[in-house]
């Protein structure tokens, strides 16, 4: 069982930048890979990025493209999202997500293929 803690979020005005952290509970961590997705109100689940259980490979939605980076420091047990330049668009609530597929050299995109799930933390970008 792993469990997943977010922090960071907060509100900041367009053009500015967050960093997200994701907290891993559990020693098979950096086994895993890892995502993190966002949801506005009255709108679906959405994937934001992923990256691989090495940290080796990375993977972004077009709309936060050159704007947002995922990291991850499996000696910390830990995944960040550093948030750039900002838009109101980004608003949302974001969650941290993990994939116990054993070393998978894939990144997952769509919200199925994760099984574990932090609570979220509210962003919100503000004109």
């Known amino acids: 069982q792993v469990q997943l803690v977010e922090s960071g979020g907060g509100l900041v005005q367009a053009g500015g930048s967050l960093r997200l952290s994701c907290a891993a509970s559990?020693?098979?961590?950096?086994?895993?890979?890892m995502g993190w997705f966002r949801q506005a109100p009255g709108k679906e689940r959405e994937f934001v990025a992923a990256?691989?259980?090495?940290?080796?490979?990375?993977y972004y939605a077009d709309s936060v493209k050159g704007r947002f980076t995922i990291s991850r420091d499996n000696a910390k047990n830990t995944v960040y999202l550093q948030m750039n330049s900002l838009k109101r668009e980004d608003t949302a609530v974001y969650y941290c997500?993990?994939?116990?597929?054993?070393?998978?050299?894939?990144?997952?995109?769509?919200?199925?293929?994760?099984?574990?799930w932090g609570q979220g933390t509210q962003v919100t970008v503000s004109s």
């Open positions: 559990g020693r098979t961590f950096s086994n895993y890979a």
């Open positions: 990256i691989t259980w090495s940290g080796a490979n990375t």
């Open positions: 997500a993990a994939d116990r597929t054993y070393r998978s050299s894939y990144g997952p995109k769509r919200v199925y293929e994760y099984d574990y």
